[in-house]
């Protein structure tokens, strides 16, 4: 039951030594989706050891280039390495002009089926499900058109109360019925068990947030509202906070009062500015609004567990 | 008077573990030229410690994505660091379109001078000079418009005879025009010594050539003669030869047949399949044919000295 963030790439506009630009994956029970796809992407997914063939989606949240310039380095690339899979590409209006016209100006061939959905940003829409998850937009502000991610977990089904189970002796082929469907049991001495006695309420479901690159924003407070982990970007310290509005970029502070406001279980900053060698007091200035902040290191997995003793 | 090839990345179409896509740097008498841009061009040269605001040309020889995908990066973090010296661009026809489409899709803005030279990669001609250099076109027969690009150094001055200087007592004053203008020089005694007597020959010029991608072809024989460097692109090894025509690519060995035919001083191999995870034996077919040859080694700084003592 996987479900775990791992940045690739954690600084800004201008990649520095040993800080890539935006890129990150995030594994939800073994699928793969890389949120950003700035420069390099294709290299940092193989030196982190991400088979890159297992990504099926790839959501994209503004055509800045420190979020996107890896995007046809990767998209050619499976072509060469003979990728037959389909591909689904999410991003605001213009990502489709973006991707075809460099698919034809660096005359390439793309033999795989190739998605490209152009959204809304400025609506909070259901954009993606599978079976496990679903997945909304967030709508952002930002110098240009740009959402951020929501994903959740899918309601999951009941789990068998297994001492249940053996007291009245349940066989086995009725347990999928159970489970399943809710299917009541009725013993060998005629007694009707309820489906409510034979199992225990679902294990909750978990939310990651995506929120890069974007201004102090409360409009999507409720949106995010106690996800379990919310990224959110901050570009600058407090004492750069001109240079954060001129920007619409946040600072770390206003990171931690969003994070505060909509009450999610942990905040991870991302997306430092250059001018910074070292970060931690971009910790330190939110962790005095927020405690439970951590700063988003590269390659680091950042895993959120399951509640196994939910009080439901 | 530093003549020097660093290879960026030497791999082919699809990065690697360790081998990145096509870029290089030429220092002819510290001035740096780009050569080619693949995908990660500007990490690379943060990685290896060139500083990118000394590029004020780059080369691009075709627009597969290995070639040209680092590019729109490395002009739009000009920007970003404030660049406000002009940078030129040259490379075939639609190279134009390809930089001015992706500044207005990644809604970039260019604040300096940013001027883009479209060419006809079909014909060897004269593109650019400087103090130091000259650089033409190579032709090159490729699956799309391609051209390679000679680099020659300009004439130098000839230098002064220290110890004619002495012998006849002539002033400092007059060294400057015997040395730039030709000047003869006439003694206390009236007695001319011509120009001639007081110089020695001028060091003789250097060239370097950088070729990929291209089929086998030997008409660019005749354009790189006598270079002292060429950089041949060797994607293949025998075995693959008919891969290698099939994708308009040269074998190791077509690449030494080339510098035999151009009886060029040192041939340097590059642009390696990924499917060759070692490829000393791309350098064993081709030194079977041209002894002089070397393979390209990321990082790895390759030297043409000055010949000091020319039978000129």
Not at 72 to 98: A, H, M, N, Q, W
Not at 115 to 128: A, K, M, Q, R, S
Not at 175 to 203: C, H, Q, V, W
Not at 206 to 219: K, N, V
């Amino acid at each position: 039951m996987t479900f775990e963030f791992t940045p690739l790439g954690v600084g800004a506009a201008i990649p520095i030594a040993g800080r890539h630009t935006s890129a990150h994956i995030l594994n939800i029970q073994d699928q793969i989706y890389l949120i950003d796809c700035g420069e390099g992407t294709q290299m940092r997914l193989e030196q982190l050891q991400f088979r890159r063939s297992r990504i099926k989606q790839i959501f994209i949240s503004h055509l800045h280039g420190d979020h996107v310039l890896g995007l046809i380095g990767l998209v050619t690339s499976f072509s060469l390495l003979g990728r037959d899979i389909p591909l689904s590409i999410f991003g605001p209006t213009g990502i489709k002009d973006f991707i075809e016209a460099n698919i034809k100006y660096t005359h390439s061939h793309i033999p795989y089926e190739l998605n490209i959905h152009e959204l809304d940003p400025t609506v909070h829409i259901h954009i993606f499900e599978n079976q496990n998850i679903d997945v909304y937009t967030i709508p952002l502000q930002h110098r240009v058109p740009t959402c951020g991610y929501l994903f959740r977990e899918k309601q999951r089904l009941p789990r068998i109360n297994i001492q249940k189970i053996e007291d009245y002796n349940v066989p086995k082929t009725a347990i999928r019925g159970i489970k399943m469907e809710g299917d009541d049991f009725t013993t060998e001495e005629g007694k009707l068990i309820l489906n409510s006695e034979l199992t225990l309420p679902a294990y909750p479901t978990r939310a990651f947030a995506y929120c890069s690159d974007t201004a102090y924003s409360e409009a999507i407070v409720p949106i995010i509202k106690e996800v379990d982990l919310l990224y959110h970007e901050a570009t600058y310290l407090n004492r750069h906070q001109k240079q954060a509005e001129f920007s619409m970029h946040s600072t770390a502070q206003d990171a931690a009062t969003i994070a505060k406001s909509a009450d999610v279980k942990r905040l991870l900053l991302g997306h430092y500015s250059s001018r910074y060698l070292h970060v931690d007091l971009l910790r330190d200035e939110a962790q005095y609004i927020f405690p439970n902040t951590d700063l988003a290191i590269e390659g680091d997995v950042y895993k959120v567990p399951l509640e196994k003793n939910p009080q439901a």
